[in-house]
């Protein structure tokens, strides 16, 4: 058996075995993370290289955990993967619906989660190459996908926290950043976040990076400018708590360059 094989499937059973679980509703999410056809997924993607081992938890959420990975050159990486069990299906087909680039997703359930995770592994490309600052995206394979690791800082290399749980003492600078990633994100890379905060903006270096763009639209769906215009009050509202006084005209002008 290949080597990668053995430390990957050590490694999962590991985390599965020894991971304190403090009630029914931990051992739940478990089962949900590491069902079997994850673990054969991980399998894969240690075989190519991507994933050495798990090594702990950077977040969790209802539709998706984000795990600190190692590859076989020894960085880290994150390691994302969609829990199938608790995903809002017919949101995902509504959005993927929505966009050219997933006319063949299929109906069932492992289907339209490829599609999903593919889709923001896209979406991650897409504003990647643009030079915006988003994780860079590695692979994508069915419900996981690997991505770069964020550190806080050079003097620090644990995981960039969310804006949410960030102290700014450069406030006015990381708002003007996330502006201008909503402007180039619409104007160039033609995608709307559709779900922009500052729980899914991390600190990083001292830069704001977008996560979580796996529901970002293109400008041609039909419910885009919506969502822009509820992503851009939702910057709004996160600047207050900086203390800001940004105002929706200036924010939307400018991005929003002609109506």
Do not use: C
């Not at 403090?22 to 051992?27: A, N, P, R």
């Not at 950043?177 to 994100?185: L, P, Q, R, S, T």
């Amino acid at each position: 058996m290949n080597k990668h094989y053995i430390d990957a499937d050590k490694q999962m059973r590991k985390l599965e075995e020894t991971k304190r679980l403090k009630s029914v509703e931990d051992k739940q999410v478990s089962s949900e993370v590491f069902d079997d056809k994850t673990l054969k997924v991980l399998y894969k993607l240690a075989n190519k290289g991507y994933i050495r081992s798990l090594n702990g938890v950077i977040s969790t959420g209802k539709e998706a955990n984000v795990f600190l990975g190692i590859d076989d050159d020894n960085n880290p990486v994150a390691v994302k993967i969609y829990r199938v069990m608790t995903l809002d299906f017919k949101k995902i087909k509504e959005y993927i619906a929505g966009d050219p680039r997933f006319k063949s997703h299929g109906n069932n359930t492992r289907q339209i989660i490829t599609a999903w995770t593919q889709k923001e592994f896209k979406n991650l490309s897409r504003l990647y190459k643009l030079g915006l600052r988003v994780p860079e995206p590695y692979i994508a394979m069915e419900n996981v996908l690997v991505m770069e690791y964020l550190e806080y800082s050079d003097d620090d290399n644990s995981a960039a926290p969310p804006l949410s749980k960030a102290k700014l003492d450069n406030a006015s600078e990381v708002f003007e950043e996330i502006i201008d990633f909503m402007d180039v994100a619409y104007n160039k890379a033609h995608l709307v976040h559709g779900d922009l905060s500052r729980y899914n903006i991390l600190l990083s270096h001292g830069h704001p990076y977008i996560i979580d763009v796996s529901q970002s639209t293109l400008d041609s769906h039909p419910s885009s400018r919506s969502l822009l215009e509820r992503d851009i009050k939702n910057i709004l509202y996160d600047s207050k708590k900086f203390k800001l006084n940004l105002t929706y005209e200036y924010v939307r002008n400018r991005i929003i360059k002609n109506d």
